[in-house]
Each structure stands twice: as structure tokens, then as C-alpha cells.
């Protein structure tokens, strides 16, 4: 086998990275249609198999905490043999998982969901981490479009992936299984496509090919301690507003986005009246994350990473303040609420991921970004969780004040890093 020192000259780098750029897209673009289409089924599935309304969220609630766990073996995964191998690795798993509660929904057993639905996470989390995998070759001054692009492909699953709920349930149907198991089916053939066309395409690993061009090694590596990798992105002005900026983002859009339809269920009237026009909202708040994503990268690139992430948070604060006093009734104050909320969550996310990739070398990369995706999915589901009896006790305005106060540990991390900014000219 060839030393590194005599192929590296002969890789066209730019090329490689355009190439890689392309392959991730499609591929979070494709598996979109799996997660979008099981996130519609997972919490109807739950409550058919357990018979009661509250189940649904257990199954939710599956999903987030298996995308968070996951985040962190995955990503060990990617740091010692490359990125394609993590990524078809995590597609791989949400296949069992999706297999799983497809076996779980004709058996009708709720812990068996359960099981399937936190294997089923790790599409999520391989989705997220494909962002990463984005910026391992970019140029440090086009960091945030390339981590962008992947963020944006996401849209095209996320609009087409609920409209295959139908087909799937009669999937389901012709095969004998209960209907929303058939949804389980399609995922599991989406990210079965996805993971092998990962191991094939995604060559050469643009993981290990950073590290060679950086002088290191693709070999055999040390295993680095989740924890030890935060602390060094934690120890850098840049590490800690970034990981401050993505688990605070997320949080506050799970937190305030899970409780909408319930409050807009408040209104009463037909059940396919509200349904459609939650549909709507939630339409629009999934627009707002995703479809200008490659703007916000642009703009994380152009003016900074900092002033985007300050940006997101004024977005979330007004999020919170335009949804939390709409009534449930009034689809459009929601609509721009939810719209806000979208976009505070793209700005925050990309800028975010974009300072702690630049927080540490190479070699840690892959374990600081599974940390930080670990303490972003934890965080959104303990959102989650709590906004039920937030939502039981003061409605939805409590909801959406609880969830902007979450801004405010970003505002103190925002205005030290910028003392310190000053404080280092």
C-alpha cells in the first residue's frame, strides 16, 4: 500500500470536497424521506399499540433520547475509522430499528416500539453528524456554507417524507402488518439505500484525508473521552459559544415547536380542520429551518460566526414572544411564531456547529462534535418533556416563557466571548 506522502500530492482536494459535498446531500436528502415519514408514524404507532393518547409521547421521546445517545458511539465510530464508515454505520442501525418496530407493531408490544423507535434515532443523528462531514475538507472561511448545504438537503425529505405516510400504510396493509407498521418499512429501504450508497460513494473518506493532508495519521488511533473532548471545545472563546449556541437552539425550538399542535388543538372545531391547519404551521416552521440554511451559512461565512449566533437568539426570543401570545385559533400569528422559531434554530445550529468544529483540531473533531450532538439531543428532549406540564399549568405562553429564558445562558456566554475578544485586540 502506498504511503500517504506519495498519493496525498496527486488528491485534488477542492474536488474531493465538492464530490463529498454532493454524495452527503443526496444522502441526507434520501434518508430525510425515512425520518420525516417515521416521525409522523412513531407517535400514532405508540398510541395505537398502548391504547392511550399519552403514550404518543413516549414514543417522541424515544426517538430524541436514541438520537442523542447514539450521537456519541457513532461519532468514536467516525473517529477511528472515517467517516463513512460511521454514517452507514448509524443508517445501518436506524435499519434495525426501524425493522424492530415494525415486528413490535404486529406484535402490538409497547416496550418492543419503544426499542425500535431509539434504534430508529440513529438516523437522526447520522443525519446531524453528515453535517460535520461536510466541513472536514472545506477551507476555515467556508466552513459555514459547506455545514449548510447538508443542512439544507434536509429540506426535501421534510416536505416529501409525511406524504409518504399513506402509501406506506397500505404498504402495510398488503403485507399483513398493521398499517402505520408499513411506514417502518419504507424507512428501513430508505436507509438500507442510504447506508450502502454511503460505503460506496463517499471515497475518498474526507475525514481521514484531512487528517493525512494535516500531517497525522489514518491508522489506529487512541480512543478520546467524550468529556475530555468537551472540556478542550469548552476551554476556547470560540468552543464554548458554540456549543452553547447549538444546545440552546435546539432546545428551545423542540420545546416550543412539540406543544404547538397540542395548543392549537385547544380551538376546538373538526379534527381535520385542525389537523391540516397544524400541518400548515409546521409546514412553514420546517421551511423556516431548513430552506435557508445555505443563506445562513453565507452569512456565518461573511460576517462572522458570533453575529449569526446573536442574530438566532434575538430570532428565538421573538419566536417565543410572537407564538406564546397567540391565541389557539390564530393559525397565522402562529405560523410567523413557529416561522422565527425555524429560523433562530438554523442560525444558531449552523453557526454553532461552525465555531466548534473550528474549536479543535483534527484529531478530536469527530468526539467533540458526538459531545456536543449528545448535550444538543438531551437537552431537546428534556424540552420536550417538560412542556406537557408546563403546557397543563400555564398554557402556552408559560411554554414559550420558560423556553426563551433558555436564551439567556447564550446571551452571558455571547457577551463574555466578546470582552474577551476585546480584551485579546
Do not use: K
Not at 416500539?113 to 472536514?136: E, H, K, N
Not at 396493509?173 to 430508505?190: I, N
Not at 456547529?353 to 467533540?368: F, H, I, K, Q
Amino acid at each position: 500500500m502506498a504511503a500517504p506522502q506519495q498519493i496525498e500530492p496527486a488528491v485534488d482536494v477542492a474536488r474531493v470536497h465538492r464530490r463529498t459535498v454532493g454524495v452527503l446531500s443526496g444522502g441526507v436528502a434520501l434518508a430525510g424521506l425515512g425520518v420525516t415519514v417515521g416521525i409522523t408514524a412513531g407517535g400514532l404507532l405508540a398510541r395505537d399499540v398502548a391504547g392511550t393518547d399519552s403514550a404518543a409521547g413516549l414514543g417522541q421521546t424515544a426517538g430524541v433520547l436514541g438520537a442523542a445517545v447514539l450521537a456519541v458511539p457513532l461519532a468514536r465510530i467516525s473517529d477511528s475509522a472515517g467517516r463513512r464508515t460511521g454514517l452507514a454505520t448509524g443508517y445501518g442501525i436506524s435499519v434495525v430499528g426501524a425493522v424492530i418496530t415494525v415486528l413490535a407493531a404486529a406484535a402490538s408490544s409497547l416496550a418492543l416500539l419503544l426499542v425500535g423507535l431509539f434504534l430508529f434515532g440513529a438516523a437522526t443523528s447520522a443525519g446531524l453528524q453528515s453535517r460535520y462531514a461536510a466541513a472536514d475538507l472545506a477551507e476555515p472561511e467556508r466552513r459555514g456554507r459547506a455545514l449548510a448545504l447538508v443542512v439544507w438537503a434536509t429540506t426535501i425529505g421534510s416536505v416529501v417524507g409525511p406524504n409518504l405516510a399513506a402509501p406506506g400504510a397500505e404498504l402495510g396493509e398488503a403485507l399483513g402488518l398493521p398499517a402505520l407498521g408499513g411506514v417502518f418499512v419504507v424507512s428501513a429501504a430508505v436507509f438500507a439505500l442510504v447506508a450502502v450508497g454511503f460505503l460506496a460513494l463517499l471515497r475518498p473518506d474526507p475525514l481521514l484525508l484531512a487528517r493525512r493532508l494535516g500531517g497525522g495519521s489514518d491508522g489506529v488511533r487512541p480512543r478520546h473521552a467524550t468529556g475530555a473532548a468537551l472540556r478542550v471545545v469548552w476551554a476556547t472563546t470560540a468552543g464554548r459559544l458554540g456549543l452553547t449556541s447549538v444546545v440552546v437552539a435546539h432546545s428551545v425550538m423542540v420545546g416550543v415547536m412539540v406543544m404547538t399542535p397540542v395548543h392549537m388543538g385547544h380551538a376546538g372545531g373538526p379534527d381535520d380542520a385542525v389537523l391540516r391547519l397544524v400541518g400548515l404551521v409546521i409546514s412553514v416552521h420546517v421551511a423556516g429551518m431548513y430552506l435557508f440554511s445555505p443563506l445562513v451559512g453565507v452569512l456565518a461565512d461573511r460576517v462572522g460566526a458570533p453575529a449569526v449566533v446573536a442574530l438566532g437568539g434575538l430570532l428565538l426570543l421573538a419566536a417565543a414572544a410572537v407564538a406564546g401570545t397567540a391565541a389557539p385559533a390564530d393559525s397565522v400569528q402562529l405560523g410567523v411564531g413557529l416561522l422565527l422559531l425555524g429560523l433562530g434554530w438554523s442560525c444558531g445550529l449552523i453557526a454553532g456547529s461552525t465555531l466548534v468544529t473550528a474549536s479543535v483540531g483534527a484529531e478530536l473533531r469527530p468526539t467533540a462534535q458526538g459531545g456536543t450532538d449528545l448535550l444538543m439531543g438531551l437537552g431537546a428532549a428534556l424540552a420536550g418533556v417538560v412542556g406537557g406540564p408546563l403546557l397543563a399549568w400555564g398554557g402556552f405562553g408559560l411554554v414559550s416563557g420558560v423556553s426563551a429564558a433558555l436564551v439567556l445562558p447564550l446571551a452571558a456566554v455571547w457577551v463574555s466571548a466578546r470582552f474577551s475578544a476585546r480584551g485579546s485586540s
